[in-house]
Structure formats: C-alpha cells, structure tokens
Nanobody, 118 residues
Framework: QVQFVESGGGLVQPGESLRLSCAAS????????LGWYRQAPGKERDLVAG???????DCADSVKGRFTISRDNAKNTVYLQMNSLKPEDTAVYSC????????????WGQGTQVTVSS
C-alpha cells in the first residue's frame, strides 16, 4: 500500500504562491494516478487536481489557471504549485491516489495546512 507524506504548507497573503510536495513510499509509484485534495473546516474533502500515469492532468474549476499539478517519478513525489492564492483556498491539503469521490478513500496522511489571510 502506498503511503503519502505532505509538506510545504504555510501562512501566506492573498495573491502569493506556495508549492506543496507529497512524497510517496512503496513500489510502482509511476503507475498510479494521483490527486491533491483539500478539506476546509466544516466541509467535505474535495478533489483539487489530478495527474495520471500518462502525464495528463486535470483540475477543479475553482483552481484552474492558478494551480498546477506535476510529478517526478524518479523521486516518488507529486507537487502542487499554487499561485494567486485566495482566502477561500484555506484548507488542509492532502495527496492520495486519484479518485473522483474522496470519501471512498479510507487512508490519508496528515496533510499540510494552507492558510491564506491578510
């Protein structure tokens, strides 16, 4: 089973950028479709962006044009570059294998907190 450790979160002002990293353990990292997810206080966890083993990417409409997902298979790492951050991006960000319904996944890492505030 693949396990994930997220890092790179922090407190930033609106309009600033952050780059999140997610290191994965386990074998065959390159075959997995992967996703970044976020959960704001009192809300369900949502899919933010996905990257498939083909290299194709997808992202939620709310972050399109601002967030970019990428992966480095040699480092077993997936990244989320977040630009032009908004207060509504505040959430705990986690990575996992890609699913359209995050509630179907039962194992999650600790995630990394992103807070956007002036």
């Amino acid at each position: 089973q693949v396990q994930f450790v997220e890092s790179g979160g922090g407190l930033v002002q609106p309009g600033e950028s952050l780059r999140l990293s997610c290191a994965a353990s386990g074998r065959f990292f390159s075959i997995y479709d992967l996703g970044w997810y976020r959960q704001a206080p009192g809300k369900e966890r949502d899919l933010v962006a996905g990257i498939f083993n083909s290299g194709r990417t997808d992202c939620a409409d709310s972050v399109k044009g601002r967030f970019t997902i990428s992966r480095d298979n040699a480092k077993n790492t997936v990244y989320l570059q977040m630009n032009s951050l908004k207060p509504e991006d505040t959430a705990v960000y986690s990575c996992n294998i890609y699913v359209k319904v995050p509630a179907t996944l039962s194992h999650w890492g600790q995630g990394t907190q992103v807070t956007v505030s002036s």
